[in-house]
């Protein structure tokens, strides 16, 4: 195997390799691993959904906790919208305030200051009845599913339509038979929650929470308590759900990893702020602030120290080049190497997906030719170059 085509091996798996490869005259098409009709397709549908009226409007909204006679702040005056449709993730570490947002959005807290619109109307003002009506419209689901222990998986789904009281018996077995179906669990219907595993459990969950036909899902670490296999077929019934049904899904993790599968748009939150707001791609790729940077660095399971020291040893010039979308399957390192004159060792590689996009990363160290050259036909060619050293 030649040193080109066992890079592209080594990177295939969606993990980093580290290590110098000598780069003589590779020419290698990062990316020719993933079929591009399916990324088209895929990319289409996500450009069409992002362009999506907003649902969610926080207008300066605050929250503080009174502990002790003394008002704590947990969420600092923040504002934000959230697009119909969009899948939106809130990433921070443990007390970042990510669960007291979402709480503000279906009001289990009131806000101590600012407006929240849904779907153009100020939520802060609802009557009982109104917020009844309301709650309808917005489903939750939990990292400890919270589920009602007595009841079994069919109750538990028609729990929420018996409540509301505006069911008959028909609708709600026929809408209970029909979410059955659609989170897989037609046949454990009269189990009880203690019999089923934790990603049944979770589905349990999805299901109540559709059951009522909400237009927003709040997912508050939903897959936190679930191994790696059983958290990516959750995801993957989420991103069918918004998908299928048009849902707008508000999605919390401390797990960069989950936003990375599943979410269009992201807020990066530390001490009751949010720090970093935008595309996942943009923030995943480019990350600005510290905390950010943290948490793509561990999703990616690089250790940055490490990584300077390594980068100490290479020789001339470090760039880091991201591939996204269709620049990820151009064969480009090869004529650039060629035009250029310049001669490339890759220090390390990635290829992977942010949602259905793929994406790839090089650090490279250049030597000798002429790197302006190289540097503009790189950028000719739609790839972000970034310098680090
Ligand atoms: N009901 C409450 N009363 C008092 N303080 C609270 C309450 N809920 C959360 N807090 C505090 O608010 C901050 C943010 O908490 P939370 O929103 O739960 O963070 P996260 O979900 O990111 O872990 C923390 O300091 C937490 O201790
Ligand atoms: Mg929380």
Redo the contacts with the bound molecule.
């Keep these: 195997m030649s040193q080109s085509s066992s890079v592209v091996a080594a990177v295939s798996g969606g993990k980093w390799c580290k290590g110098i490869y000598q780069g003589s005259g590779f020419g290698f098409a990062i990316g020719l691993v993933y079929n591009r009709a399916f990324y088209l397709r895929t990319h289409k549908a996500l450009t069409k959904r992002s362009q999506g009226n907003v649902v969610i409007v926080f207008d300066q909204v605050q929250k503080s ?3 002790g006679g003394r008002a ?1 702040p ?2 600092h005056p923040t504002s934000m919208t959230i697009d119909t449709g969009e899948v939106f993730g809130i990433v ?10 979402v ?1 503000l959005i279906n009001l289990l ?1 009131p806000p101590t200051g600012g407006r929240i619109l849904i779907d153009d109307e100020n939520i802060t003002g609802y009557n009982a009845s109104e917020l009844r009506a309301f709650r309808r419209k917005v489903g939750m689901i939990f990292q400890h599913f919270n589920l009602l222990s007595s009841k079994t998986v069919a109750d538990n789904i028609a729990f929420p339509m018996k409540l509301a009281g505006i069911y008959s018996r028909t609708e709600i077995r026929d809408r209970v038979d029909e979410l059955l179906k659609r989170v897989s669990l037609v046949d454990q219907a009269n189990k009880y929650p203690s019999q089923l595993s934790g990603g049944q459990k979770q589905r349990v969950g999805i299901a109540r929470a559709l059951a009522c036909r909400p237009t927003i899902l709040l997912c ?2 939903a897959t936190s308590a679930l191994d790696p296999q059983t958290t990516q077929s959750v995801l993957k019934l989420l991103a069918d759900i918004n998908r299928e049904l048009g849902l707008t899904i508000v999605l ?1 993790t ?1 797990e960069m990893d989950v936003v990375r599968r599943v979410c269009d748009r992201v807020a990066v ?1 530390d001490a ?1 702020e949010v720090v970093e707001m935008g595309a996942v791609s943009d923030v995943f790729l480019h990350p600005k602030h510290p905390t950010t940077r943290d948490f793509v660095f561990e999703s990616e399971s690089i250790d940055h120290e490490e990584m300077q020291q390594d980068l100490q040893h290479a020789k001339g010039r470090i760039l880091r080049l991201t591939f996204r979308g269709e620049s990820t399957y151009t064969p480009l390192l090869g004529s650039v190497a060629r035009e250029s004159g310049v001669d490339f060792s890759i220090l390390s590689g990635r290829i992977d997906h942010i949602k259905d996009t793929p994406y790839g990363q090089l650090t490279l160290s250049l030597v000798g030719g002429n790197l302006d050259t190289a540097m503009q036909a790189f950028e000719a060619a739609d790839v972000h170059v970034e310098v680090l050293r």
């Design positions: 906790y009174q502990v704590i947990a969420l921070g570490h443990s007390g970042a305030g990510k669960s007291t947002l709480r807290e508050d670490e919390i401390h939150m009751g």
